[in-house]
């Protein structure tokens, strides 16, 4: 399930209080998660802008 999902159907007012809470539960997991991602993907994204900043550096020196 995708966190747009879990918000439509906590947003619904359908649910029991216990189904609520634990769609809410699985909110949060799903939401650190993507917090984890999210956080590699720019860690990768600064180490190829550095090597890049690197590579032109190396190339303008053989200028």
Same mark, same amino acid.
């Given at each position: 399930?995708? +966190?747009?999902? =879990? #918000?439509?159907? +906590?947003?619904?007012?359908? +649910? #029991?209080?216990? %189904? &609520? !809470?634990?769609?809410?539960? &699985?909110? !949060?997991?799903?939401?650190? $998660?993507? %917090?984890?991602?999210? &956080? =590699?993907?720019? &860690?990768?994204? $600064? #180490?190829?802008?550095?090597?890049? #900043?690197? !590579?032109?550096? $190396?190339?303008? %020196?053989? $200028?």
């Amino acid at each position: 399930m995708q +966190l747009e999902e =879990v #918000t439509i159907k +906590l947003q619904s007012g359908s +649910l #029991t209080l216990q %189904e &609520s !809470i634990d769609l809410y539960e &699985s909110g !949060i997991k799903i939401a650190k $998660d993507l %917090e984890k991602q999210l &956080s =590699v993907a720019e &860690s990768n994204i $600064d #180490t190829l802008r550095n090597q890049l #900043t690197n !590579i032109n550096l $190396d190339s303008n %020196e053989d $200028d």
